[in-house]
């Protein structure tokens, strides 16, 4: 059987990554803080789908945490075949408004994380001949909002150089570019989902399976909803100045 680590899979797109992956079959190593919400999703799929789930608990904002993933993933006897780099959260306010510490963790569980367990996990998927590492992004990677655009587009330029670097090697790397999703993400962060137009939620459940199906067709970039596609296409030809001025959107 496969193997899959999810991190971030106690709620939202990483829960509905590990109840997906379970029902497929795969084997799961699930990551998050919370242990013992981590242990009752572990249960709940391993009555559900009879497949074997072992928990890690670690913050990626801590390197010791982090470490300990990377060691999961580069542990040749029990290999991984997919890794889902899934945690992350969000800032309310603005930079200023935002200590510099919580900035650069949220930087950590956004771009180090990603870095440093895809590092962890192609050493054994390019010595096997096969693997797959989904990077969640997001659409607002193309839009003016900060640091955490920012880092979201680091996602998609590491994912998109990843993906053709280690294709040869048997190595399919895909970026999901979701937008506003109903999930716990936003709640979080203190934001009502009446902050942005209701047309704009997503699924959490439907995105996922359009994720796993281009990432199964190799596709380096995965957006889910033909509304979410027109928008990624539209933020690439209108001038950021214009974008910025709707990047309270989502915010409120």
């Given at each position: ?219 380096v970039f995965s957006i889910p909803s033909a509304r979410y ?24």
């Amino acid at each position: 059987m496969p193997t899959a680590l999810v991190t971030g899979a106690t709620a939202g797109i990483g829960h509905s990554f590990a109840q997906q992956l379970a029902a497929r079959g795969d084997d799961l190593v699930l990551v998050a803080r919370d242990t013992a919400r981590l242990e009752a999703v572990a249960k709940e799929l391993t009555a559900a789908h009879g497949v074997a789930v072992e928990v890690l608990s670690a913050d990626l904002a801590d390197r010791a945490g982090m470490a300990l993933v990377e060691a999961r993933l580069a542990d040749r006897d029990r290999p991984v075949d997919l890794l889902v780099n899934n945690a992350g959260f969000g800032l309310k306010e603005r930079f200023l408004d935002n200590a510099a510490d919580t900035e650069t963790a949220m930087l950590d569980v956004l771009v180090t994380a990603v870095l440093r367990l895809t590092h962890a996990a192609l050493g054994p998927m390019t010595k096997r001949g096969r693997g797959g590492v989904i990077n969640v992004s997001s659409v607002a990677s193309f839009l003016p909002r900060g640091t955490y655009s920012a880092a979201k587009a680091w996602v998609n330029s590491f994912s998109e150089w990843a993906a053709n670097e280690y294709r040869p090697q048997g190595v399919t790397i895909t970026a999901l570019l979701p937008g506003f999703t109903r999930t716990e993400f936003h709640e979080r962060m203190d934001v009502s989902q009446q902050s942005a137009p209701s047309f704009l939620w997503l699924d959490a459940d439907e995105l996922v399976r359009t994720a796993l199906a281009d990432h199964e067709a190799g596709k380096v970039f995965s957006i889910p909803s033909a509304r979410y596609k027109a928008i990624a296409t539209l933020a690439r030809a209108v001038p950021s100045g214009v974008l910025q001025r709707f990047q309270s959107m989502g915010r409120k």
